[in-house]
């Protein structure tokens, strides 16, 4: 038996050792540095995790580093003392091209090194969100390579979208918040509002919806939509026709499961659960591709075919947000129905203004099947006056842009409806025989934009985007040749009466922000 002096020198000297070797592996462990995949639970608990790689160095206290994917390329810094991390996003400068655009707040995370794994919190604009972030190899960080793309070619023309697509669409009001009962609800209320009957026909699902795959490769949705063919089913007992999302990338713009290497195996799932429509987001793509006009198109191109090699008739919706001048040819070429021109449109004045007015150059662009789109409507979501939604309700009309709603039907004001549902203005949108709104005048926020219909007819809009009433007018000579010596037919699409001309023009007090919007016929 050992002497109790033996057994505690043992003790110290196995104690020192490992000590020793405990303080080494903690300063190992300590050691922040290198790439790391953090996963967050989306919300609603939709059973699915959004994935942010980043890079973190250590240098003593200090972190510093980058967020690799998604979002790419913004800086983070932050603080490791006391066991404690501290990380956050370092906002880019102010871009001074769009001066009115809010800087982005810094995301900021807090936390705890436990077992090598970093157990995060982040507290932002969604509330409390708890992450995980494992260590992992800089090839995991990188995008997936890049898969061959088709030979380009013209898709033919699927003969869809003859007007401009009227609809709703889950974005604008509810961003991941979207569930099978409120597209439901959405359904009935369309028909309960009037909207369908009104030509307010596809109810479309964005972003969010989509699980992952199962074991043969299948897209699924995710618990926020048991089952996409009975909810088509439903959609479609309404009289209605429904719409869904994906993104050519390997995630969408969301950080869900995208159809990256799946474009074909997609379109028949899409097909199979009666899906009419389809919203194709470019998002995680631009990681893999370059974004000029031929990659761009071969990758549109491939979903394009994929849907018509369906057989069933779905309206393809271009979603990269102008890139590459879309509009000038090879998004039809693609198969698009429409493409979007823009960026996202926000529920305020200077986003709907600034996008609104700056698509009219574009508006020659535009044919039957294949439409400009400014993005979806924001009427009624809360953020602008009457005069505003009317502006944009009057402008989109204007453009033959899509209406597509973007507000909770269920709960509309009558004064939002009688924006929504107002068919004079509803018509122009829809005038069968496509001729494009030409710029009249433009003087210091004053516009006067004119639309030729096919009746004869033309439709000016007055619009004032000052930030007081404005006294406008609109001369008779503006009129087409047509109306030359003709007794005029004067009309107010938003009062619903019949209006008169002051001597040789129209006149008008237009409230700031405002419209007049006037039919003309030859009598
Ligand atoms: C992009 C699109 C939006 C919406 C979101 C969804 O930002 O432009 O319209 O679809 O993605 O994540």
């Known amino acids: 038996m050992k002497s109790p002096r033996s057994l505690s020198c043992t003790c110290r000297f196995w104690c020192a050792v490992f000590l020793l070797v405990g303080a080494s592996s903690a300063v190992h462990a300590q050691n922040l540095t290198g790439y790391w995949e953090l996963r967050t639970p989306n919300i609603n608990n939709d059973g699915t995790f959004r994935e942010t790689f980043f890079h973190i160095e250590q240098a003593g206290e200090t972190l510093s580093g980058e967020l690799i994917r998604y979002p790419r390329g913004i800086p983070i810094t932050g603080t490791y003392s006391d066991g404690n991390i501290h990380l956050v996003t370092v906002p880019p400068p102010p871009n001074p091209a769009m001066p009115q655009r809010p800087a982005r707040p810094p995301i900021a995370w807090d936390g705890k090194l436990e077992d090598g794994k970093l157990q995060l919190t982040s507290n932002g604009r969604m509330g409390e969100v708890h992450g995980v972030a494992e260590k ?84 699924v949705s995710n618990k926020k939509f048991p089952d996409m063919r009975a909810l088509a089913d439903y959609v479609h007992s ?75 008739p779905i309206v393809y919706s271009l979603c990269e947000y102008g890139r590459a001048q879309v509009w000038t040819g090879w998004g039809a070429k693609a198969g698009g129905n429409l493409w979007r021109t823009t960026g996202d449109i926000s529920d305020n004045w200077e986003s709907m203004d600034r996008i609104g007015f700056s698509q009219i150059k574009l508006a020659p662009y535009a044919s039957p099947g294949h439409w400009n789109d400014p993005d979806m409507l924001e009427i009624g979501n809360g953020g602008m006056t009457a005069d505003e939604y009317r502006t944009h309700m009057s402008l989109w009309s204007l453009l033959a842009a899509p209406l597509i709603a973007g507000n909770d039907l269920r709960s509309m004001t009558d004064e939002t409806k009688s924006i929504l549902l107002n068919r004079e203005v509803i018509a122009v949108d ?36 000052t930030s007081a009433p404005a006294a406008m007018s609109f001369p008779r000579a503006e009129l087409p040749a047509s109306f030359v010596g003709r007794k005029l037919g004067v009309r107010d699409l938003w009062k619903h009466e019949v209006a008169q001309m002051q001597g040789d023009s129209f006149t008008a007090t237009v409230p700031s922000h405002g419209v007049a919007l006037i039919g003309f016929t030859a009598e």
């Open 136 to 219: 992992v190899t800089k090839e995991a960080t990188e995008p997936p390579a890049a898969l061959p793309l088709p030979e380009l070619k013209d898709v033919p023309d699927s003969g869809l979208a003859r007007t401009p697509p009227m609809g709703w669409n889950s974005w604008n009001k509810f961003a991941g918040r979207v569930d099978d009962a409120a597209v439901r609800g959405m359904a009935d209320a369309m028909v309960l509002s009037g909207m369908r009957d009104a030509g307010y026909i596809y109810i479309n699902i964005d972003d969010t919806w989509e699980l992952g795959r199962d074991e043969r490769g299948n897209l």
């Open 238 to 312: 309404k009289g209605l026709k429904i719409g869904i999302y994906s993104s050519p990338g390997p995630k969408t713009c969301a950080g869900y499961e995208g159809s990256y290497g799946h474009e074909l195996q997609d379109a028949k799932t899409f097909a199979s659960w009666g899906i009419d429509y389809l919203k194709y987001d470019l998002c995680s793509d631009l990681e893999i591709y370059k974004d000029d006009a031929p990659t761009l198109q071969a990758i549109y191109q491939q979903m394009g075919e994929a849907l018509q090699s369906t057989q069933r």
């Open 430 to 465: 829809q005038d069968p025989d496509y001729k494009p709104v030409t710029s009249v005048s433009t003087d210091s926020g004053l516009e006067v934009l004119m639309r030729p219909l096919h009746d004869g007819s033309v439709v000016v809009g007055l619009f004032n985007r």
